[in-house]
């Protein structure tokens, strides 16, 4: 089946999360770019979630009367008489699941019926590897997408053949990102002096994103007169107050904590080196790919789709956990012929990434599997 005879062809994106996590953008990301293909696509969520209402915002037609966070079991049954009656008066062809409760669902909502199933996953813990998973994997879904090399070795252990993996990672428009043009002056309202370099840690605080290593790592800095630090995210496990403490512990006076902000841009446009010391999580790393975007160099932990995502634009792996090696990536990074070496060649291979490329990629998965089907 060629690309052009998938128009004909409607599928369901399914993302139940309760908030706007990297696995629900990067299922929105695809949803979005096969309409613009000219693709049939639905998304299903939970009701009122954020990832729902960016769906019905970008105009996507939206399923979320099915509250799959209910473990009531007779309502899960009668949910699953709902989605076999959406598939049929739709015609849906293909179930696109995204979370691991969406991928059992889906898998029995279409049992008996002549509907193929596509994962992606796009989850940092792995799979339990039992004998009733390993058949549920093996016999649930036609193809298997993930967003990083490091998880293949999960998925052939469940017993998935190769040929039956795909690797896709996220992309960016990094012209969203690149053309981006402040309202404010963040540096002068921060209070932050122009000959400073900015050194910004951007996520949810919460010890998993290895926050509190960052703060460490300014007792290492040889040069620590020279660098602002900025800490920026939203109070998951960890409070800003708590961190503020710590850096009070470090005698840390040049740095800022910003809390959640609404358009991470306003950050980046002042950043000169990002930090990601993830102790886990990661497995799509979307602040890597924004920070990209706009040509920062990047410190990251090798933890999971960290690596794969910053080695290729000269960015520095350190051991996660490891304060002193953050130092002294911060301190190469900082030496102006490695920074601007290292900035030239993000530039210059950031403008190739094509985000259409993301979708190609799937529409070929979808041909294939449609074909064998």
């Given amino acids: 089946m060629g690309i052009e ?206 926050v509190e290593y960052f703060i460490d790592s300014y007792s290492f800095l040889r040069n620590r007169d020279k660098f602002h630090f900025i800490i920026s995210g939203e109070e998951i496990n960890l409070t800003a107050e708590y961190l503020r403490k710590a850096a009070d512990h470090q005698k840390i006076e040049n740095i800022s904590f910003l809390g959640r902000v609404d358009d991470v841009r306003e950050i980046l446009s002042i950043t000169d080196i990002g930090v990601i010391p993830s102790v886990g999580s990661e497995a799509i790393c979307r602040i890597a790919l924004e920070m990209l975007s706009f040509g920062i160099p990047i410190i990251g932990s090798n933890v999971n789709s960290i690596p794969e995502i910053i080695s290729e634009f000269d960015g520095v792996v350190v051991n996660s956990g490891e304060p002193e090696e953050i130092a002294d990536a911060i301190e190469k990074l900082s030496n102006v012929v490695e920074y601007n070496k290292t900035k030239n060649n993000i530039r210059s291979k950031i403008e190739n990434r094509n985000p259409d490329k993301f979708i190609t990629s799937y529409l070929d998965i979808y041909s294939k599997v449609f074909d064998q089907y």
């Fill in 5 to 210: 005879s998938l128009r004909h062809k409607s599928i369901l994106i399914m993302a139940s999360v309760r908030w706007h996590n990297a696995s629900a953008s990067y299922a929105l990301l695809l949803a979005k770019g096969l309409e613009k293909h000219g693709m049939r696509v639905s998304f299903f969520g939970i009701p009122h979630s954020p990832i729902i209402k960016e769906a019905q915002m970008a105009g996507l037609q939206v399923y979320d009367e099915i509250d799959l966070m209910d473990k009531n079991p007779i309502k899960y049954l009668k949910n699953i008489k709902k989605l076999r009656q959406i598939v049929n008066k739709d015609y849906i062809d293909m179930l696109h699941p995204h979370i691991s409760r969406d991928h059992t669902f889906a898998y029995l909502s279409t049992l008996g019926r002549s509907i193929p199933i596509i994962r992606t996953r796009t989850d940092s813990i792995p799979p339990k590897n039992n004998p009733i998973n390993r058949f549920f994997y093996v016999n649930s879904a036609k193809q298997y997408i993930i967003s990083a090399g490091y998880m293949l070795p999960v998925l052939k252990d469940m017993g998935i053949e190769e040929r039956s993996i795909s690797i896709v990672p996220p992309e960016i428009n990094y012209k969203i990102f690149s053309n981006y043009h402040p309202k404010t002056n963040l540096k002068k309202e921060l209070g932050i002096p122009q000959n400073k370099i900015v050194i910004s840690f951007i996520g949810r605080l919460d010890k998993i994103k290895g």
